[in-house]
Structures are given as structure tokens and as C-alpha cells.
């Protein structure tokens, strides 16, 4: 798999997850089942992110996957508390699941194209 195509799934995920969520939380917001400041805020950790995701920068891709693991916890605790929402709690994890190995995937392999990583210590005597 090349890193471009990595790159383009990745960032089609992310922006389906991010639809996927936006959608969701403003349903449950005017529903009234969440306030709507709260459905917001649920939101805005996925904003973050966005333009380095985008654009494609191994960095972004690293650290937004800590990002995703909060959003997994919530797709997995309705997939145990909920019977109404399953099918969204089961497509929300298994997305979210997905990118958590695709983002450290493409950030590695993008990282090592640009030549960028850990430096090394020297050994001195």
C-alpha cells in the first residue's frame, strides 16, 4: 500500500467519523436528550486535528490518534449501555478502531519518507 493511499483513506475516515459524530451528537442535542453546548463540546476535540489531517502531516497523524482513543471509549460503552443506538455505536467503533491503525501507520511510513523521527544518542567516551 502506498503512502498516498494510505494517506486518502485515512483522511477519508477521519472526515466520515467526523461527520458521522457531528451528526449524532446535534440529532441528540436537539432532541434534548444532550444540551446543545454539550454536543458541541463533544465535538470540538475532533476539530483539532483537522487541518494537520488534511494536509497530511505525519505529526498531526501521531497525536490525534490519543484524540480517537476517548471518542473509542464512548462507541464502546454504547455498544454495552444501549440497545436504541447499536448500529451507530458498532460503526462508530469499528471506524474509529480502524484509524487508530491507520494514523500511526501512515505517520511512521510518511515520517520515515520525509526523514523525520527520533534522533539517536551519540556515544560519547
Known amino acids: 500500500m502506498t503512502t498516498h493511499t494510505l494517506f486518502q483513506l485515512c483522511r477519508v475516515g477521519y472526515v466520515a467519523l467526523l461527520m458521522l459524530l457531528s451528526g449524532w451528537f446535534i440529532q441528540q442535542g436537539l432532541t434534548g436528550e444532550y444540551s446543545m ?6 465535538i470540538l476535540p475532533l476539530l483539532l486535528p483537522i ?3 488534511l494536509t497530511g502531516k505525519p505529526y498531526t497523524y501521531a497525536w490525534a490518534s490519543f484524540i480517537l482513543c476517548l471518542y473509542l471509549l464512548h462507541g464502546l460503552t454504547l455498544v454495552y449501555v444501549t440497545e436504541d443506538a447499536l448500529y451507530f455505536a458498532l460503526i ?7 484509524l487508530l491503525v491507520g494514523f500511526p501507520f501512515y505517520a ?18
Open 108 to 125: 511512521r511510513i510518511r515520517g520515515r519518507e520525509l526523514g523525520l523521527g527520533l534522533k539517536k544518542k551519540s556515544k560519547k567516551d
Open 51 to 53: 487541518k494537520g489531517i
Open 37 to 42: 453546548a454539550f454536543s458541541l463540546l463533544w
Open 92 to 98: 462508530e467503533s469499528v471506524l474509529i478502531s480502524a
